[in-house]
């Protein structure tokens, strides 16, 4: 076994993770009182996400940890209660944590350790332990400074496993409080120095996808956190099925980022089918291939075109998949210059099959697909998400908004600025990757 833990951190960390959970428990055939569909064969990895008691149960690897105790307690009376071991699932009752100064500087010492005391447990529970997956929001205050504060100490505790971090960045079309952009920079800054590999979702592309849908009247937070989970569950379905191109955590590390600071991934999905054309629509390999590059499938909001690529790494998932239309699918996006590679290093692109069939959730919006493919990228054009957020750091900043908040929870104005300079110099630093013929790093 190569055990892999969850960490779920926040309010929005804690719904992803809600989310991507009812997917693996489907796609594992495990019911929401952790037991094995009878007569059902499971020849796959559970393990690795799971950990299987005496009793025959499969209980998540995971830890959730909210400084506001609202999102746990609905975990504890909902649909998944029986599911998670509630002394995993942590809280406090902290209703004003909604700034990266409060979650990174107001936290007491105790309760971090005792955060910390719950990941040892499940670590102390691992044969093999590949590393961590680390849900939050970049927007929230417990996601980005309790994220970065726990983010520092796991990288510090378990230096040599790997952190693959799924993060939610915030748009104005689902702003959820106005110190997003101020939490945004800041914990952006934190994963320039602590981050390893870190996909970035965000708020306003996933909700785009999900308005592509005529038939959903109001898009609900369910909805864009199931399309995330659709995107986790492809991503991982390498780390949990039984393949000959099974992966390990620390191969995305490996042959995605060419220099450290380069470690945000932009990703994309297809297809997305919605529920009412599902006896309309039949798409081939190639087809879902087509639709893998389009802005409108990306889950950032940018546009690759604008950019280009040091890695890129793309799953097929499904029933149907013919490594020769794999290869046809290769040979027309090189004849439409599709993937235009930086010129400073080695190109990598990795493509793999997994005949694992993909699921979906039953209430979702979304209808069955036999077969998917999922894109992870490391793109200069990701430094739009990062333009976007500090012009909106700009706009506040210049006023000095809500700037005493932060100060009075032990924060200095000066640590505001230096983050907003590291992501201008991030900025440059992917259109110089774009640019340049031989890209060197700044000391």
């Known amino acids: 076994m190569e055990e892999i833990i969850s960490i779920h951190i926040g309010q929005s960390g804690i719904q992803v993770g809600n989310s991507c959970w009812e997917l693996f428990c489907l796609e594992h055939q495990i019911q929401p009182d952790c037991k094995i569909i009878q007569n059902q064969k499971n020849e796959d990895l559970k393990t690795n996400f799971f950990s299987e008691t005496q009793s025959g ?3 998540p690897r995971s830890v959730y940890l909210d400084l506001d105790s609202n999102s746990i307690d609905e975990v504890k009376v909902g649909s998944q209660k029986q599911l998670f071991n509630h002394e995993f699932l942590v809280s406090k009752n902290d209703e004003k944590a909604n700034t990266f100064a409060r979650g990174n500087y107001q936290v007491s010492s105790e309760f971090i350790e005792f955060c910390l005391d719950k990941v040892r447990r499940l670590t102390e529970s691992c ?3 590949q590393g961590f997956l680390i ?3 970049a927007g ?3 996601g980005s400074g309790f994220g970065s504060l726990l983010t520092k100490k796991i990288k510090q505790n378990y230096n040599k496993k790997s952190v693959l971090g799924f993060t939610i960045y915030p748009s104005d079309k689902t702003q959820t409080n106005e110190f997003e952009p101020y939490n945004s920079v ?3 800054q934190n994963l320039i120095e602590n981050g390893d590999v870190n996909l970035v979702f965000d708020n306003e592309a996933i909700y785009d996808i999900c308005n592509m849908n005529p038939y959903i009247s109001n898009i609900a937070y369910t909805d864009l956190n199931r399309v995330i989970a659709q995107a986790v569950s492809q991503l991982t379905c390498g780390l949990r099925f039984d393949d000959e191109q099974q992966n390990h955590l620390s191969d995305f590390e490996k042959n995605l980022i060419p220099y450290p ?4 991934m932009l990703s994309s999905y297809s297809p997305f089918i919605f529920t009412q054309q599902i006896n309309s629509i039949q798409l081939s390999t190639q087809e879902i ?3 893998l590059f389009e802005p409108s499938n990306m889950m950032a909001k940018c546009n690759p075109s604008f950019g280009k690529y040091m890695a890129v790494d793309i799953t097929y998932r499904g029933a149907g998949i013919v490594p020769k239309h794999i290869g046809q699918s290769f040979n027309s996006w090189k004849e439409k210059k599709t993937l235009q590679f930086v010129n400073w290093c080695q190109s990598y692109i990795k493509l793999k099959a997994i005949y694992n069939i993909p699921c979906i959730v039953p209430q979702s919006s979304f209808a069955y697909s036999n077969k998917s493919v999922f894109m992870v990228s490391n793109s200069t054009s990701i430094s739009e998400v990062f333009s976007r957020i500090n012009n909106r750091f700009d706009q506040m900043f210049t006023k000095r908004q809500f700037t005493h908040l932060y100060q009075s929870e032990g924060m200095e104005e000066g640590e505001l600025i230096q983050a907003r ?7 440059n630093d992917y259109q110089d990757a774009a640019e340049t013929l031989e890209f060197q790093e700044e000391n």
């Open 57 to 59: 149960q499969f209980v």
């Open 127 to 129: 044969q093999n332990l």
């Open 135 to 137: 849900y939050n929001s």
């Open 140 to 142: 929230g205050g417990t």
């Open 186 to 188: 800041l914990y952006s």
């Open 261 to 264: 600071k380069f470690c945000f």
């Open 289 to 291: 291939s087509s639709f």
């Open 421 to 427: 300079e590291d992501l201008a110099l991030l900025e």
